[in-house]
């Protein structure tokens, strides 16, 4: 691909869900000549690059559940497996079943898992309404990172949830919520476009009992991961030299990306991590 057709593929991310994750995707491997983790990141220290916030924010989501540790987790929204992998590396599951309703990222995740020789993690293509790939009473623990706002049938997730858990298995749902119900004409079709659907935590909390779930904690990560996006600066000034045009392009890109979701956890959204078990 050329410049100018790199130029126009980071300007068009923001038109639709598959355009961003395959521009970011892009971008990434860019970037840092790896592919990297694709959600938020949270603030663990001042030293801490961008993409260790990233990775805080998967840390600090594994510390909330009971021990992995040769157990079956499933990651719903597994995104291009690098979070999974990271899981896989830090955590020791026995194994993790990892879906994602992209094609394009389960392609990539199989290749990472298959360059950097992981085993007994298992990337399908599959939606998180219907997991149509695992069994009923076959899951340990099941996580969601940054994925549910995606999805425009919450509720039918959560019973999938609930479908696929042993009994007294573990869940996180990690998601970005509306602070109040407010839009437009105008900013609706957008979220439809880029299959945006932020619940408000009271929409939560009665759809988590609906589904027979016990809800342990919800904790609001907000502050972290603004603060964990400050990280961004220092980061870009130590990417790789790009040709010109691309680099500023990229960067441009990137700020803009940083500031208006910075922007909308200020003012709009908050993070909030939801864990609870199947009685």
């Not at 990651?75 to 590396?89: K, L, P």
């Not at 972290?224 to 000034?237: A, N, Q």
Request: charged residues 25%; glycine residues 6%.
């Amino acid at each position: 691909m050329g410049i100018f057709s790199r130029v126009i593929s980071h300007v068009g991310s923001g038109t639709t869900t598959g355009n961003y994750y395959s521009s970011m995707n892009n971008a990434l491997l860019k970037l840092n000549n790896e592919y990297t983790m694709l959600h938020y990141p949270l603030y663990g220290s001042e030293g801490d690059s961008f993409l260790k916030a990233q990775a805080n924010l998967t840390d600090y989501c594994m510390s909330l559940l009971p021990p992995v540790k040769n157990k079956i987790l499933l990651e719903v929204g597994c995104g291009n497996g690098v979070q999974a992998i990271h899981i896989h590396r830090k955590f020791a599951p026995e194994r993790i079943e990892a879906i994602d309703l992209n094609a394009d990222n389960i392609e990539i995740a199989k290749n990472e898992a298959e360059s950097k020789g992981i085993q007994r993690v298992d990337f399908s293509v599959d939606d998180a309404h219907d997991l149509s790939t695992i069994e009923d009473n076959s899951i340990d623990i099941v996580i969601n990172i940054e994925s549910a706002f995606h999805y425009p049938d919450k509720a039918s997730f959560l019973k999938q949830i609930h479908r696929v858990l042993k009994p007294g298995g573990s869940f996180l749902i990690a998601d970005i919520l509306a602070r109040k119900s407010k839009g437009n004409r105008l900013k609706n079709s957008w979220k439809k476009n880029m299959s945006y659907h932020h619940w408000l935590l009271e929409n939560y909390l009665e759809e988590l009992s609906r589904a027979n779930f016990q809800t342990d904690t919800v904790s609001d990560i907000t502050s972290g991961v603004i603060r964990g996006f400050k990280c961004y600066r220092k980061w870009l000034r130590e990417r790789k030299r790009l040709h010109f045009i691309e680099g500023l392009i990229l960067k441009l890109y990137y700020t803009i990306h940083v500031n208006v979701n910075v922007y909308l956890l200020k003012n709009r959204r908050k993070y909030l991590v939801f864990v609870g078990s199947k009685p």
